[in-house]
């Protein structure tokens, strides 16, 4: 039933993420039949075919769960969750222009995260409950590709929508195993594929490019490791993981 639950709010929120994007679509549409003269910073980056930037952000990271059958049988743990845990992002931008719409975008760089495991088991007496959380530091190494969609310019500014795939590999990765090998641990794959979309906005000044940007990134591989010999790795079925992040772009 849990199961169920879960499955069904995924697809709402895909559902609201659907909406999102054809309305942004629909105001980028409106927006670009106002064209004005005044845009003279937009029109000087028009002559460049590239440019490079940094991107600093933050993230706000966690792990979508899906439970086992193991999870209906066992008599101690009642929940598992992913908790979400803010972090930050750096990364290097390289933008390539495909005519006046498009970019062609890679911004590798690198993340930093923690995501949690939260248990709520049973008490022994049955009259209550307990918590257990366990957290995973993670500093990830990441190699986006990103196509963006650009309006027409309105005085020096102009919306865009972004899409693309995201490679993922937590450095930290071996020396969290030595540190924590003796100690409890759920252990999650260092290798993470993401589908990520995002919109912002452009600000064109005479020496740079501002560019607000927010983006949602779904894991679509399982990063769980199952574990036969802990409760708590074998009640889950698949996790996925799940970031919401806010970047700053400054390019030029």
Not at 21 to 26: F, M
């Amino acid at each position: 039933m849990d199961s169920v639950n879960t499955w069904n709010m995924h697809n709402l929120y895909w559902k609201k993420i659907a909406l999102l994007s054809v309305i942004l679509l629909v105001t980028i549409s409106a927006f670009g039949q106002f064209r004005v003269k005044d845009n003279r910073n937009y029109l000087d980056f028009q002559k460049k075919n590239y440019y490079f930037g940094i991107s600093l952000g933050i993230n706000y990271s966690g792990y979508q769960v899906y439970h086992s059958q193991n999870f209906v049988q066992n008599d101690s743990i009642n929940i598992v969750d992913g908790i979400f845990r803010p972090g930050f992002n750096l990364h290097i931008i390289t933008n390539l222009k495909i005519g006046n719409y498009f970019d062609l975008r890679f911004l590798p760089g690198f993340s930093f995260t923690e995501r949690q495991f939260e248990y709520t088991s049973r008490l022994s007496n049955g009259q209550g409950t307990t918590g257990l959380t366990k957290s995973i530091e993670s500093v990830f190494l990441d190699i986006p590709f990103l196509l963006r969609f650009k309006s027409e310019p309105y005085k020096d500014k102009r919306m865009f929508l972004v899409a693309g795939m995201k490679y993922s590999y937590d450095v930290a990765s071996n020396s969290r195993a030595v540190k924590e090998k003796s100690q409890f641990l759920v252990q999650v794959s260092p290798h993470d594929f993401q589908l990520e979309v995002g919109f912002g906005m452009q600000f064109f000044f005479p020496f740079f490019i501002f560019s607000p940007e927010f983006k949602f990134s779904q894991g679509v591989g399982n990063v769980h490791i199952y574990k036969d010999d802990l409760i708590e790795s074998r009640i889950m079925e698949n996790v996925h993981s799940r970031v919401f992040s806010i970047s700053f772009n400054f390019e030029g």
